[in-house]
């Protein structure tokens, strides 16, 4: 089993920075793809990025493109979202989320066998 754990979140101000961490414990991240999904109050889940189990590809959503970039450090078990120039669209519950598959499962909920918990971002006007 894979348990994950979201860290970073909290409340900036448009066009500020926030830096998301997902860790990882119970195994190792090697062998997962990993990603982040995001559900503000009354919406769906919406996919944000991720990242393949070797890191040599990613996926990254149309409306966060150009300002989220994801990346992985398997030596430390942990995968960061770095998020610059945030909006206040962007605010939503952030989820970690861990697949045997590869990014392209990342489009579809079911095919998450892991999640984190969530973290909070707020992008305030």
């Known amino acids: 089993q894979v348990q994950l754990v979201e860290s970073g979140g909290g409340l900036v101000q448009a066009g500020g920075s926030l830096r998301l961490s997902c860790a990882a414990s119970?195994?190792?991240?090697?062998?997962?793809?990993v990603g982040w999904f995001r559900q503000a109050p009354g919406n769906e889940r919406e996919f944000v990025a991720a990242?393949?189990?070797?890191?040599?590809?990613?996926n990254i959503a149309n409306s966060v493109e150009g300002r989220f970039t994801i990346s992985r450090d398997d030596a430390k078990n942990t995968v960061t979202l770095q998020m610059n120039t945030l909006k206040p669209e962007d605010t939503a519950v952030y989820y970690c989320a861990a697949t045997l598959g590869t990014v392209n499962s990342f489009r579809r909920t079911s095919s998450i066998n892991y999640w984190g918990q969530g973290t909070q971002v707020t992008v305030s006007s």
């Open positions: 119970g195994r190792t991240f090697s062998n997962y793809a």
């Open positions: 990242i393949s189990w070797s890191g040599s590809t990613t």
